[in-house]
């Protein structure tokens, strides 16, 4: 929640953050498995369900080639990277 005080910008930013770490929160973080689950569920070979993890611009650029939907996600919204 925004501090008190706060204008209607900084309180829809901070719902926004909220929101997406539920979102986060909602995921299996597969790692560096990223690219090979996603084509794996692409494929129908696995379970479809909401991943995320790391990839490298080239997985990310193949997987786009192949009409998988990518999203990078920044660092400070997931909270296994949060201590």
């Known amino acids: 929640m925004a501090a008190a005080g706060a204008g209607p910008l900084a309180e829809f930013q901070a719902q926004v953050f909220k929101h997406m770490r539920q979102l986060l929160r909602n995921t ?3 790692g560096a498995r990223f690219a090979e689950e996603a084509r ?6 696995a379970k479809e369900r ?5 990839a490298t611009h080239e ?8 009409g998988i939907a990518v999203m990078p996600i920044p660092d400070f919204l997931d909270d296994d990277r949060l201590q």
């Open 50 to 54: 909401a991943i995320r993890g790391t």
């Open 40 to 45: 794996r569920m692409h494929e129908g070979e």
């Open 59 to 66: 997985e990310k650029e193949a997987l786009q080639r192949d």
């Open 28 to 30: 299996e973080n597969v």
